[in-house]
């Protein structure tokens, strides 16, 4: 099963994103089936890599925190837009985490060489006009929400589409 570990987002939030509409004039994109901040992709497991993995993702310490929206970013850079995303602050209790879940996972999955807290609002497939995409994504999205836990997905494709489905959430 492919699995990854992810922040999810309150609706409220969901639906900001929703509303931005990029015209096939100025790309082509698809979009992400559900809005997620991911700490870690697994990849595919077996179930004993799952129930490993589960075990020793208890031993994470969380403490709640409040997550804030900011800027618009892309990778690989603003000149080659491949995606394009909205950043997340406090970057550095993001890192922690990310840190503390590569340290529990060790032994099972490699630690990420770079991680940008992001998340992801469109992959690019062909960009027709750069600058209004752009400014299309660099709006104020203001918004913050209280985290109390970060969950283990499992991702099914199921008639064309990605569908996460929750297979523990720790808090």
């Given at each position: 099963?492919?699995?990854?570990?992810?922040?999810?987002?309150?609706?409220?939030?969901?639906?900001?994103?929703?509303?931005?509409?990029?015209?096939?004039?100025?790309?082509?994109?698809?979009?992400?089936?559900?809005?997620?901040?991911?700490?870690?992709?697994?990849?595919?497991?077996?179930?004993?890599?799952l129930?490993?993995?589960?075990?020793?993702?208890?031993?994470?310490?969380?403490?709640?925190?409040?997550?804030?929206?900011?800027?618009s970013?892309?990778?690989?850079?603003?000149?080659?837009?491949?995606?394009?995303?909205?950043?997340v602050?406090?970057?550095?209790?993001?890192?922690?985490?990310k840190?503390?879940?590569?340290?529990?996972?060790?032994?099972?999955?490699?630690?990420?060489?770079?991680?940008?807290?992001?998340?992801?609002?469109?992959?690019?497939?062909?960009?027709r006009?750069?600058?209004k995409?752009?400014?299309?994504?660099?709006r104020?999205?203001?918004?913050h929400?209280?985290?109390?836990?970060?969950?283990?997905?499992?991702?099914?494709?199921?008639?064309?589409?990605?569908?996460?489905?929750?297979?523990?959430?720790?808090?």
């Open positions: 099963m492919r699995c990854f570990i992810a922040i999810d987002l309150p609706e409220k939030i969901k639906y900001k994103f929703r509303e931005i509409k990029i015209d096939r004039d100025i790309a082509e994109v698809s979009v992400p089936d559900d809005y997620h901040l991911t700490l870690k992709f697994l990849g595919e497991i077996n179930k004993n890599e129930e490993r993995t589960k075990r020793n993702i208890r031993e994470v310490r969380f403490r709640p925190l409040i997550l804030n929206l900011e800027n970013g892309y990778f690989p850079n603003d000149n080659y837009i491949e995606v394009a995303w909205v950043g602050t406090p970057k550095s209790r993001i890192i922690k985490l840190e503390d879940i590569d340290d529990a996972l060790m032994g099972l999955f490699q630690r990420d060489k770079r991680f940008t807290p992001h998340i992801t609002l469109y992959r690019v497939k062909k960009m006009d750069k600058n995409f752009k400014d299309l994504l660099n104020n999205y203001e918004s929400w209280k985290v109390n836990s970060f969950v283990l997905y499992e991702s099914r494709m199921e008639n064309g589409r990605h569908r996460y489905y929750p297979l523990e959430e720790y808090s």
